[in-house]
């Protein structure tokens, strides 16, 4: 890319010592001058001047420590000045926007494109942006699969690969569709990984398709931000929204509120609205646009309270969240430590409350032993605030939440169609449809393969889950008088 070489002649003299001698070129730090970028994070200051020689690095570090910068300028410089194009992968929509804006404003000030390809997009649009060959392109794993099955993009110039939040990626599924893009970029690259912890997967990975990296910690894997104050309260599940509404009128900041479910997080937030405060919500069953509008009023201040599942664990990137509450304790100990950290981000301090019932003691010691710390358990307020109990629900959909939607079973217990990869369960418009063996209408995202039809691999790319279709009748055989005109009068 001849065309985007950096020019020498830029004065170092204009930015802050912080970047200088880290190997960034003069006119990048110029743009980063600009862009009130000063100081490098520790992540930072060890990642890019390894990156920048050509390296293949693998990066742990905490969430909201600037790991975009951290592989977003090396990648730009070095594409300045060679050929060829850098591809970065992540597991939500949401983090593939802010990824791609953080890329743009460096990118755009020498004369580079970028694109961005998520699920839940208009793919015709993708396809336009594709065609002004980008030199970036942010992209999640399901949305990629889609573009190369079709055609429309061609990996074999990339010379850049980057793996954003790589645990993540594995611990949603992705792993069959990660082995396929794998297998569709050139061998000879540079290949960087970020993450925030460290599993054996991300480790089989790295000596499979990684050349000699080079590995930067800045903290041991699964490390909890230093700077967030962390409390965990016990207390009986049908308090917890009493609980909530307590702290929502002590405190006075922003807060975000996790919740296990996509239930949940619906209940949470009309709950909290009724409570008399402004709030949001994130989950996969909302669109694309209707995410995008919640996490903007959220930023801008319209919204004061922002409900999510574990999808916007890793997607939510705004300054000066004050409180972090844990309504659920996550699945996995490692989702805590990334839900905390959207508090407490770029040296600021930051504070996070737990609620566990008095049967989640095995989940607060995992958590302890990943974080190698013991939590604070706080006593209960004197007085709570007075709120209904949610509504009791009914097992079975309690388990297609968690789970994704399982085919459901008409009045004789036999299932009612077959799965296809959307995100959001229809109506069945007939009660009583055929029979389906069940082996054959659900396969789990974990048993995927690449070899196997889409119809059977989620497309959802922050929480894979199975829209459920019923299965059209076959038409009933005309009899052989019917055949023939003319038989009967």
């Known amino acids: 890319m001849s065309e985007h070489k950096l020019s020498p002649e830029a004065r170092q003299s204009e930015v802050g010592s912080g970047f200088t001698g880290l190997g960034i070129n003069p006119s ?54 060679f050929k060829g194009r850098g591809l970065v992968i992540v597991p939500t929509r949401e983090l593939a926007l802010q990824v791609e804006e953080s890329l743009r404003k460096i990118g755009t000030k020498i004369g580079m494109r970028t694109a961005v390809l998520i699920g839940g997009e208009n793919i015709e649009k993708q396809k336009r942006a594709l065609r002004t060959n980008p030199h970036l392109i942010v992209v999640t794993p399901g949305r990629l699969i889609d573009h190369l099955e079709q055609r429309t993009v061609n990996l074999s ?89 307590t702290i929502l009128a002590d405190f006075s900041g922003t807060v975000l509120v996790f919740t296990r479910t996509k239930h949940g997080a619906r209940q949470t937030c009309k709950a909290v609205q009724d409570m008399g405060h402004t ?15 919640a996490l903007d009023g959220f930023k801008t201040g319209k919204y004061r309270v922002l409900v999510a599942t574990d999808i916007a664990a890793r997607g939510i990137d705004v300054k000066g969240i004050g409180l972090v509450i844990n309504m659920d304790l996550p699945d996995n100990a490692e989702d805590y430590v990334h839900r905390i950290g959207r508090t407490g981000r770029a040296g600021h301090t930051g504070r996070a409350m737990s609620f566990a019932t008095p049967d989640q003691r095995d989940e607060i010691r995992a958590i302890e032993r990943l974080i190698r710390n013991r939590l604070n358990i706080s006593k209960m307020p004197e007085k709570l605030i007075e709120v209904a109990a949610p509504p009791a629900r009914d097992r079975g959909e309690e388990r297609n939440d968690r789970r994704g939607s399982r085919p459901a079973l008409n009045a004789r217990g036999r299932g009612q169609g077959r799965f296809i990869d959307r995100g959001v369960r229809t109506k069945q418009a007939n009660p009583r449809p055929p029979f389906v063996r069940r082996e054959d209408t659900f396969k789990s995202p974990s048993s995927a393969t690449p070899d196997m039809p889409r119809s059977i691999i989620s497309d959802d790319e922050d929480e894979p889950a199975y829209r459920y279709e019923p299965k059209k009748r076959n038409a009933r055989p005309q009899s052989r008088g019917h055949q023939k005109s003319g038989n009967r009068r």
Request: no cysteine; net charge positive; proline share 6%.
């Open 279 to 293: 709030a949001a919500e994130i989950h996969s069953n909302r669109s694309l646009a209707q995410r995008r509008a």
């Open 28 to 81: 990048l730090l110029s743009i980063l001058h600009t862009a009130s970028f000063v100081t490098p994070s520790p992540i930072q200051a060890k990642a890019i001047p390894v990156a920048i020689d050509g390296q293949d690095v693998i990066g742990i570090a905490q969430t909201g420590t600037g790991k975009t910068l951290a592989f977003g300028i090396p990648m730009i410089q070095r594409l300045a000045m």
């Open 157 to 245: 110039d990339i010379k850049i690969l980057v793996l954003d939040e790589a645990d993540r990626m594995l611990d949603m599924g992705f792993a069959p569709q990660i082995s396929k893009i794998l297998l569709s970029v050139p061998k000879e690259r540079q290949t960087m990984l970020f993450s925030a912890t460290m599993p054996q997967d991300i480790v089989k990975i790295a000596t499979q398709h990684m050349k000699m990296p080079v590995r930067v910690e800045v903290a041991p894997a699964g490390t909890a931000a230093e700077r967030v104050e962390q409390e965990m309260f016990i207390v009986e599940k049908a308090k917890k929204r009493s609980l909530l509404a």
